[in-house]
């Protein structure tokens, strides 16, 4: 059983940062994708960045500039700095770990609240 802890999140200031921290209790290797996503009130889940075990990082396109993902797979951790952040940022943030290969799993962290205040 794969579980994800999320860490980080908090109430900022338009302008300022934070950082989440997702630890994975399992060693993460083969083909994989760890990434964050957000939902806001009233809004469906969306991407906000994800990396690949291949190299390659995607950005929603409002976060980009701002926000980078960061993963240590030798840790098994998936981080988010996010700087610069605006009202619309704020949002329950998930963290999510696809593994393809060797194994196949879909998992979720439990979720935390980033707040910004304008």
């Known amino acids: 059983q794969v579980q994800l802890v999320e860490s980080g999140g908090g109430l900022v200031q338009s302008g300022g940062s934070l950082r989440l921290s997702c630890a994975v209790s399992r060693r993460i290797f083969g083909q994989n994708t760890m990434g964050w996503y957000r939902q806001a009130p009233g809004n469906e889940r969306e991407l906000v960045a994800d990396?690949?075990?291949?190299?390659?990082?995607n950005y929603e396109d409002s976060v980009k500039g701002r926000f980078t993902i960061s993963r240590d797979n030798a840790k098994n951790t998936v981080d988010l700095q996010m700087n610069d952040l605006k009202p619309e940022d704020t949002a329950v943030y998930y963290c999510?770990?696809?593994?393809?290969?060797?194994?196949?799993?879909?998992?979720w962290g439990q979720g935390t609240q980033v707040t910004v205040s304008s």
């Open positions: 999510n770990v696809r593994s393809r290969w060797p194994i196949e799993y879909d998992v």
């Open positions: 990396s690949d075990s291949g190299g390659s990082t």
